[in-house]
């Protein structure tokens, strides 16, 4: 099974030479690729099959990002860098040429700021940037000053796809500039832009593009069959938009 998916990538690998990537997609930042421990990958096959895709056109590294989720995701930093050495064990054992780093997705739950005022918790990069999502069904009252508790700390906030919070969205986009205002960075799921979360995010994600308001792009992939929207979004005209903008940061997190 994994020499047969190694000679499919393989020579998709070839038909997409690495140098016409621009440089902020050699490394995706938002992923769940630990098998079993959150809803992405349930298998390290799951795993090694998004991750020979991702070698095969041209990505350098990926940070992957389980969620920490009270009531529902109970992970901590031992169950995610347990995962990591499982998918590194697997990734030496195939001599695929990709960086693989975990960090976390936190819930800004009322358990985060326990966390937060712990200070252990797992950053994108040495700089302490951390990914963080807020709930998709309602407007959480107190965060703002979540936000602005991170942005106080060592650690830089970055926010999760912000177009899939539908109640953010408002006339001049003044919500989203607030929040912005307390440093928090935006991060863009570039699925959005293929409509995958519904029209109303897709909008919404051009009208944060069109204001400049993202900092980086990521994936958010959790399963392998999703893979073709990646391919998909590199071709879309609003990535490639905010990619020639100068605006995008991934590139900060490579080590290479």
Do not use: C, W
């Amino acid at each position: 099974m994994f020499n047969h998916f190694k000679s499919l990538f393989l020579n998709k690998k070839e038909d997409i030479p690495t140098e016409k990537l621009p440089i902020d997609l050699f490394l995706d930042l938002h992923s769940h690729l630990i098998p079993g421990i959150d809803d992405g990958v349930k298998t390290i096959e799951e795993s090694m099959s998004i991750l020979r895709q991702f070698e095969a056109i041209g990505y350098k590294k990926i940070i992957t990002t389980p969620h920490i989720m009270q009531g529902v995701y109970e992970n901590n930093p031992q169950i995610i860098l347990q995962g990591k050495e499982l998918v590194l064990k697997a990734i030496k054992a195939e001599n695929l040429n990709l960086q693989f780093h975990a960090a976390a997705e936190y819930f800004l739950d009322a358990r985060f700021l326990d966390l937060l005022e712990d200070g252990n918790l797992l950053t994108l990069d040495s700089n302490n940037h951390i990914l963080v999502e807020l709930s998709y069904m309602f407007k959480q009252n107190n965060y703002e000053h979540i936000l602005l508790n991170i942005s106080q700390t060592k650690y830089k906030p970055i926010l999760a796809h912000p177009e899939r919070y539908l109640y953010l969205f408002d006339k001049d986009l003044r919500t989203f500039r607030k929040i912005k205002e307390l440093g928090v960075l935006f991060q863009l799921n570039m699925f959005s832009l293929l409509g995958t979360y519904g029209e109303k995010t897709r909008q919404i994600a051009e009208n944060l593009i069109h204001a400049g308001l993202y900092d980086f792009v990521g994936t958010d992939i959790h399963k392998p069959k999703h893979f073709e929207y990646v391919k998909t979004a590199h071709d879309n005209m609003l990535l490639q938009k905010l990619l020639q903008s100068g605006k995008i940061r991934n590139h900060q997190f490579l080590e290479i």
